[in-house]
């Protein structure tokens, strides 16, 4: 094979390569790698539901009983196991995923233990975590 042939086949090689691997990056953030879930149904069904809810709980006085702070920290608790779940099964394509990914986990921890001490501002200041956590992630990933 001469040198032409030789590096004409090497970057046909490398350029397929490249393509088969942004495929792959982009079905991992869409779906698992065995798992049947898509990321829009874990966000619709999970997500989005938790962090309305959550949201609406923590609005101006907030929580006004122990049954209500109660599913607070439910909703926050959601939120955290998702933040596992967007990590697991080969979802996660990139660092501005990780790092939106961690801002969820961290910000709904705080927003659990903020809602199982009765702390609104505290609450209030780790939901705000989680809101820009989820923003930072649509910004880089969720299609138009």
């Not at 390569?17 to 065995?34: F, H, I, N, P, R």
């Not at 394509?93 to 990780?98: L, V």
């Not at 961290?106 to 927003?111: D, I, K, M, Y």
Request: hydrophobic share 40%; with cysteine.
């Amino acid at each position: 094979m001469s040198r032409t042939s030789l590096r004409g086949f090497v970057a046909l090689t490398v350029a397929l390569g490249l393509l088969l691997a942004a495929g792959t990056v982009e079905a991992q953030k869409t779906k698992g790698k065995s798992r049947p879930s898509t990321t829009k149904y874990l966000m619709a069904g999970i997500s989005q539901p938790h962090c309305k809810a959550l949201g609406d709980e923590l609005k101006k006085s907030g929580p006004s009983d122990d049954k209500t702070w109660d599913k607070a920290a439910c909703h926050a608790a959601v939120l955290n196991e998702l933040s596992y779940l967007l990590m697991d099964d080969g979802r996660c394509p990139d660092a501005a995923w990780a790092g939106a990914v961690k801002s969820l986990r961290e910000g709904s921890a705080a927003a659990l233990r903020a809602a199982k001490e009765k702390d609104l501002t505290a609450a209030k200041a780790a939901f705000k975590e989680v809101t820009q956590g989820c923003a930072a992630c649509h910004k880089a990933h969720k299609e138009s």
